[in-house]
């Protein structure tokens, strides 16, 4: 039986007469994406049409779900909202402090040292609260929350941005700040800007190398790394239905490399043999009930340019496999064209390392896929020319390829099994040499290939694909092998050509674990107790930031001019830093060390204007702080792309800034910002980007008046006494504005809790 059955029957239970109400107040067919929004509105039975990309919406979320990583400062706040028990259902996951090093019985032991702190401060808290705590070693959240929580037709949040994942089973799930969380987890409703409606229509079927990863690969060269803020991307069609369920979650997943809100897929048949596979059978015979709810209306499909915003079609029968990076998601190349492109971008050939699984690509079958891979290397007499590691997204997944035989192929051509948790995928790989930072090439099957983002090495350049094409590659060593046309020369000097993968969708025995690793909270919390040592290292009670004196800003110094692509690894990086997460003090000591200054193009150099010397970005905000100065933040496009991450917006509210102004913003961080009390603001000129000097001082003039609707004037004063002033769109609301007049929105949740 799933976990919420009755939630999930209520939600069935409203869902035919508001979908029916919304398709007449609209006055047209819905698309899925309108049905679940329309069904989850904060206010029940829908009263009015909302104009896409401009009306702001309060939903009523079905669940929260919290990575270990986020959780921490998530429920520090959570502890401050005054309430005794979470408001809906919410877990949390341990899959983030688990590094990749050596094999996943040594990796994990350690972490449960390590990290032993967080770990018994974060089951502790779920104890008292009513949340469903999944412990180290269960699995990465997205993966447990696919097998475990997502449901079709569902509406979730989760405090990363990788939680769009659930859309593979048809869900509208949200990755969103640590703020948000804590708003519905009180029992408030939680507030999104109405989505604009992207429709990916795919026609004919994957077959051979071609991948499900394939698709969200060409989609991310299509759209870009930002074609999709703002949006919610619905898949539909032919090549959708004839895909597996964990297919169209990996799809989903990587929607958040677009900057898409989510993205989803139709209620079919894929969905249903998933929900009887991992033990949901109620969930599914729930679901064919209402099934024509829980997919677009037929007309939206059959002419989806009425109904949609933008409208892609991808035919899967000429699909090519690809391969996106490096450095960005959204590069992408066929595997046809790669070789042309490495030589002329002088990108090194050598693959180093091929990794595969994680949150993005570890289902049953993407393993049984490159399993039918590895297994060739045995079978042909071939060698493994790359190190290759395999990360499980589950214990359910890794018990159940132990038993079916899949872990042992590998180890037969000398891989390592990491363990389940999202190790390299964020920078958790204690990977040998790294810190050499020599120039080398490695493949992974994960979503993101941000420099840095894998081994901390800047010169690491990682590319994106399938599980089998990653495979492949690693036993070829070479980034100019294709699968589909090359051969390798196996142990008898004899040309052997790779057969097509292939893999079971679901396990043929089922799947089975002997302790899926879940800590059911406690009946009643009131007795548990939740401390934190005043002088640990890893955990800190947060203590409220203080409202607006209601005055202009003014006499703040430019803290840094970010140059290019700032996202939330360069703003509060992950990795080592990830140790830090519960204490605010002392994660702030990595904010902005990624970014680059306009002024010298280097990483974590700024000028401190009170001295005329130059020092860490943390360093010189401190030293802002403790002269009482205001400092700004300004940015190029599409800042804080990546991670929910909210500590990229608490470390700047923490050490002294008081606003980022940028050319434009990812969606989940500017939320953030605004959720802190901080001031996220664009250039009403970008242009005007150019005009900011070193030295400046900066002084709102007419903050006193902030509304919504109304750009901000900030007066650039230089140091040679000339003066630049700029206007500042913002897209504040009343009750975001009343966010920053508290000083956060968790100091109105709390100080409605003691109302």
């Known amino acids: 039986m799933a976990f919420d059955i009755e939630m999930i029957k209520k939600v069935y239970a409203n869902m035919t007469s508001r979908v029916d109400k919304a398709r007449e107040i609209v006055g047209r067919p819905l698309t899925l994406t309108e049905k679940i929004l329309y069904n989850h509105l904060w206010d029940g039975m829908p009263s009015k049409a909302f104009v896409r990309g401009a009306d702001y919406v ?197 929607g958040a490399e677009i900057g898409a809100t989510t993205s989803t897929f139709g209620y079919d048949d894929s969905m249903s043999r998933y929900l009887r596979s991992t033990n949901r059978a109620d969930v599914a015979d729930a679901a064919d009930k209402i099934a024509p709810y829980l997919t677009g209306d037929a007309e939206v499909y059959a002419n989806p340019e009425l109904y949609f915003d933008q409208v892609i079609e991808i035919n899967l029968d000429e699909l090519e496999p690809h391969l996106n990076g490096p450095y960005t998601p959204d590069l992408a190349t066929p595997i046809s064209k790669m070789k042309e492109e490495a030589i002329k971008n002088n990108w090194p050939l050598k693959i180093e390392v ?131 046309t090359d051969t390798l020369i196996n142990e008898d000097g004899e040309e052997v050509m790779l057969e097509v993968p292939t893999g079971d969708e679901l396990p043929k025995n089922g799947f089975d674990a002997e302790d899926p690793g879940f800590q059911a909270p406690a009946e009643d919390g009131s007795g548990v107790q939740v401390s934190v040592s005043e002088t640990s290292e890893r955990l800190q009670l ?27 690894d360069h703003i509060s990086m992950a990795g080592p830093w990830l140790r830090f997460r519960g204490h605010l003090d002392n994660i702030s000591n990595n904010m902005l060390i990624g970014a680059i200054n306009a002024f010298n193009q280097k990483p974590n150099t700024v000028k401190n204007q009170l001295t005329d010397t130059y020092d860490a970005v943390p360093a010189v905000a401190r030293a802002y702080k403790a002269a009482g100065v205001p400092s700004i933040v300004v940015g190029d496009h599409n800042y804080g792309e990546g991670s929910s991450r909210e500590h990229a917006a608490m470390e700047p509210r923490f050490l002294g800034v008081k606003a980022v102004l940028v050319k434009s913003f990812a969606r989940i961080h500017e939320t953030n910002l605004k959720k802190q009390g901080l001031l996220g603001l664009t250039f009403a000129n970008e242009a005007d980007y150019e005009k900011i000097q070193e030295d400046d001082t900066i002084n709102f003039t007419d903050l006193v008046d902030f509304a919504p609707g109304k750009p901000l004037t900030l007066e650039f004063v230089h140091a040679d006494g000339t003066k630049d002033i700029i206007l500042a769109n913002h897209t504040y609301n009343e009750g975001q504005i009343g966010w920053f007049v508290a000083g956060s929105a968790l100091n109105l949740i709390a100080a409605a809790g003691k109302a």
């Open 58 to 254: 309060d939903f009523a979320p079905d669940r929260v779900a919290c990575q270990d990583a986020t959780a921490q400062m998530a429920l520090l706040q959570f502890m401050h909202a005054g309430k005794s028990k979470v408001a809906v259902p919410t877990t949390v996951h341990c899959d983030h402090l688990i590094q990749a090093k050596v094999d996943a019985v040594t990796d994990l032991a350690r972490a449960k040292t390590q990290s032993n702190e967080v770990f018994e401060f974060l089951s502790s808290v779920s104890n008292k609260y009513g949340i469903g705590f999944w412990k180290p070693g269960a699995g990465i959240i997205h993966q447990v929350v696919l097998e475990n929580y997502a449901f079709p037709g569902g509406m979730m949040i989760g405090t990363d941005s990788h939680t769009v994942n659930a859309g593979g089973l048809g869900m509208v799930a949200i990755g969103v700040g640590g703020a948000d969380a804590v708003d519905v987890m009180s029992g408030m409703a939680w507030e999104l800007k109405f989505p604009k409606l992207i429709g990916v229509k795919l026609t004919g079927k994957l077959s051979g190398w071609t991948a499900p990863k394939d698709v969200i690969l060409k989609v991310a060269g299509i759209l870009t790394v930002k074609g999709g803020t703002g949006a919610i991307v619905e898949y539909f069609g032919e090549g959708a239905t004839s895909m597996s369920c964990t297919g169209k979650g990996t799809i989903c997943n990587m």
């Open 542 to 568: 947060l203590a409220p930031f203080l409202p607006w004196d209601g005055k202009n800003i003014t006499g703040a110094k430019l803290l840094i001019k970010a140059f290019g692509k700032c996202t939330t």
């Open 354 to 484: 091929g990794l595969i699984g994680s949150c993005t690509n570890s289902s049953y079958e993407d393993i049984a896929r490159a399993a039918s891979i590895a297994k060739q290397v045995t079978d042909k007499k071939l060698k493994l020319k790359s190190k290759f590691t395999i990360t499980p997204g589950s214990e359910v997944v890794r018990y159940t390829i132990e038993r079916d035989g899949f872990i042992d192929t590998f180890d037969k051509i000398g891989a390592t099994v990491f363990a389940n948790a999202c190790g390299p995928c964020i920078g958790m790989w204690d990977r040998e040499g790294a810190e050499k930072e020599e120039r080398n090439t490695i493949v992974h099957s994960f979503n993101r290939n941000f420099s840095k983002r894998a081994d901390g090495n800047p010169n690491t350049l990682a590319f994106v694909g399938s599980p089998e094409l990653v495979t492949a590659l690693a036993i070829a060593g070479d980034l100019s092998f294709n699968p589909l």
